[in-house]
């Protein structure tokens, strides 16, 4: 006879704040952080890592929460999409999304912040291919692209300004 699985206890950073979660080692990152944490930004598409809509940063590398088992997550820096601006101020990126009409239905939104964020801090000036390359592993049914590519951009030009 076979021992039911337990929960963990895991402790982690969340978005600059300690926090610790008891749950079953195999869960997803991307239902604990919604579920135990209420961090609801990040949100589920597809559940296979195809469509980038889970992504988060996990200890400085873009990662599809709904690949990443919790119990990975031990000791692990997550940076979810709420932890982008600092108070009630939106961050350059996400106003920049907002400025050229990046942002539509809201399901990859977060996703493709959490992507933009990962190839700016990689690369602060980005071509237009590699803003094309960093946003690749995201699906978005809405926009067609164009407006979140002129985002990226415009995010690259503002925070790099003198």
Known sequence: MS???T????????????KTVHA????RLLD???E???LTGVKEGCGEGECGSCSVLMDGNLVNSCLIPILQTQGSNIVTVEGLAQ???LEKLQQALLDCGGAQC?????????????????K??????DIREGLSGNLCRCTGYAQICDAVAEASVRENAL
Do not use: D, W
């Open 3 to 5: 021992t039911p699985p």
């Open 7 to 18: 929960q963990c206890e895991i402790s982690m950073t969340v978005n600059g704040e300690k």
């Open 24 to 27: 079953f080692p195999m869960a």
């Open 32 to 34: 604990v952080l919604r």
């Open 36 to 38: 135990h944490l209420r």
């Open 87 to 89: 108070g009630p101020q």
């Open 106 to 122: 809201g399901i990859c939104t977060p996703g493709i912040l959490m992507a933009a964020r990962y190839l700016l801090n990689r």
């Open 124 to 129: 602060p000036r980005p071509t237009l291919e």
